[in-house]
Each structure stands twice: as structure tokens, then as C-alpha cells.
């Protein structure tokens, strides 16, 4: 059997960074800034799981002067995600095929329950779902992927997977998996690479 691992973000849906930044400085009154180096950290430990979500929106509400609870913020990200046509057009290939249907992403708890509440039972055909916050680790630490493999007991030659960054796909390819740069100027070429790695 092969396997389809796919990215999230910006390959399953898009969401816009810059809208939220702007978000922020709307609710809480306050210039419109850069990420801080501290704002990153804190974005990476809910990602990893070590943050649970209330935190979370504590330290959002002191840092950018926010009220908010965390319905706020599922509601915020709710706003910003829209689907990504060429990679939902890839998922949903990959869904009626034989192939067994994976995500494999950076990802918090929130970032899942909004892209539910706007597309109900949108991973309810997957195979399964590989998510940092559940795993305690982000790509591209190479455990991630020594994880998934171990999960699924197979090798790396089995398994395509699609990311939009390059970073993800170069730790990826040092553990044997078949991995594919997914940003606009290379979909056909990917679309291309899976209907030959799947027999499609």
C-alpha cells in the first residue's frame, strides 16, 4: 500500500498571517507590528502541544491588548482560512483512490476545530491524522517523520507527501520519504508526480 501524507496549512487551506496581524492591532487598539520573537515561541509551544489553549489566549491578551476568550480565537482563524482548491483537489483524489489518506502538519487544536466548524467532517475520510500538537514535535525536527514512519511501519520509498516549505520537504527527504514542494508554481508538477507514484 502507498501512502498520501498531507500538509495543512497552506496546502489544504490557505490562511492569511497578515489578516490576523491585523486583527490583533483591530481588537486591541494598538499599532499594526511584526510577529515578536516571543510571539513565535509561544505560537510554536501550542503547535507542540505544551500550551494548552486558555494560556494561550492569556498571553495573546497581554501582549497585543486583546479580550478575548478562546471561542474568540477559533472564531478569528475561522475568518482567515480559505480552501486551498489545488490541494483539496489532490485530497480528495487521494480520498477515492486505494491509497491510505494521512495528514502530517504543524498544527494547534484551534487551528482544527475552525477548519471543522467551517467545513464540517472535512478529515472524516482520512485514514488517519499526524498532528504536532499531538505529537509534541514540529517539522522539520526529523522525528516527526522517524515518527509517522514508525507509526505506520512502513518505509519512507512508500509514502508521497506534500508541504509548502522547503525546510519540511528537505528533513522529509533525509528520512527516505517521498516528498513534493506544494506552492503555486509547481501544483501541476506535483499533481503530475502523484498520479505516477499512485497509478491514477
Given at each position: ?9 497552506n496546502?489544504?487551506?490557505n ?11 483591530e ?60 490541494g483539496v ?5 487521494a ?11 504543524n ?9 471543522e ?7 472524516d ?16 525536527d526529523?522525528?516527526?517523520?522517524e515518527?509517522v ?13 506534500i ?8 528533513a ?7 516528498a513534493?514542494?506544494?506552492v ?6 506535483v ?7 499512485f497509478?491514477?
Amino acid at each position: 500500500m502507498n501512502y498520501f501524507l498531507f500538509d495543512i496549512g497552506n496546502v489544504l487551506t490557505n490562511f492569511d498571517f497578515q489578516r490576523l496581524l491585523q486583527i490583533y492591532a483591530e481588537h486591541g487598539g494598538r499599532p499594526l507590528g511584526p510577529q515578536t520573537e516571543l510571539d513565535e515561541e509561544m505560537y510554536v509551544q501550542v503547535e507542540k502541544g505544551l500550551l494548552n489553549e486558555e494560556d494561550y489566549v492569556a498571553y495573546l491578551n497581554e501582549a497585543k491588548g486583546l479580550s478575548w476568550t478562546t471561542d474568540n480565537l477559533h472564531e478569528v482563524w475561522q475568518e482567515i482560512f480559505s480552501l486551498n482548491d489545488a490541494g483539496v483537489g489532490l485530497f480528495k483524489k487521494a480520498l477515492a483512490s486505494d491509497a491510505a489518506v494521512y495528514t502530517l502538519s504543524n498544527i494547534a487544536h484551534y487551528h482544527i476545530r475552525a477548519i471543522e466548524k467551517n467545513w464540517s467532517g472535512f478529515f472524516d475520510e482520512t485514514t488517519g491524522l499526524f498532528m504536532s500538537y499531538k505529537m509534541g514535535v514540529r517539522k522539520p525536527d526529523p522525528r516527526i517523520y522517524e515518527m509517522v514512519l514508525e507509526e505506520l511501519n512502513v518505509s519512507g520509498e512508500q509514502c508521497f507527501f506534500i508541504d509548502d516549505l522547503a525546510d519540511n520537504i528537505a528533513a522529509a527527504r533525509a528520512a527516505g520519504i517521498q516528498a513534493h514542494h506544494f506552492v503555486p508554481e509547481t501544483y501541476n508538477k506535483v499533481g503530475q508526480a502523484a498520479h505516477e507514484f499512485f497509478g491514477w
